[in-house]
């Protein structure tokens, strides 16, 4: 059982930034395809970002403000989010699995999760 560990979120204002980090307890963390979902009060579950290899996927709404990392040695992804905003505001969670060549933007993708880690951006 692979377990993902997050941290990083917080309150902050609209504007600034913050990283979200997903520690991973697996050896084989450089085949993993990792993803950052997020949660919103009365909303479903969507997808944000997802990394698999050296490629990066963004939903639009993040795009040019969030990026995707990973350090393979430390077995961890990042999740830079610059210029937020207060509808980023959500639960963010850390996916990710052995990749099967499944879509990284659905939730079936995944076998693992993060607890989940609150963001919370004030205007």
């Known amino acids: 059982q692979v377990q993902l560990v997050e941290s990083g979120g917080g309150l902050v204002q609209a504007g600034d930034s913050l990283r979200l980090s997903c520690a991973a307890s697996?050896?084989?963390?450089?085949?993993?395809?990792m993803g950052w979902f997020r949660q919103a009060p009365g909303k479903e579950r969507e997808f944000v970002a997802a990394?698999?290899?050296?490629?990066?996927y963004y939903t639009d709404s993040v795009k040019g403000r969030f990026t995707i990392s990973r350090d393979n040695a430390k077995s961890t992804v990042y999740l830079q989010m610059n210029s937020l905003k207060p509808e980023d505001t959500a639960v963010y969670y850390c996916?990710?699995?052995?990749?099967?060549?499944?879509?990284?933007?659905?939730?079936?993708?995944?076998?693992?999760w993060g607890q989940g880690t609150q963001v919370t951006v004030s205007s």
């Open positions: 996916a990710g699995n052995s990749d099967r060549g499944l879509r990284p933007r659905d939730a079936t993708a995944y076998d693992y």
């Open positions: 697996t050896q084989a963390f450089s085949t993993f395809i």
């Open positions: 990394i698999r290899g050296t490629f990066t």
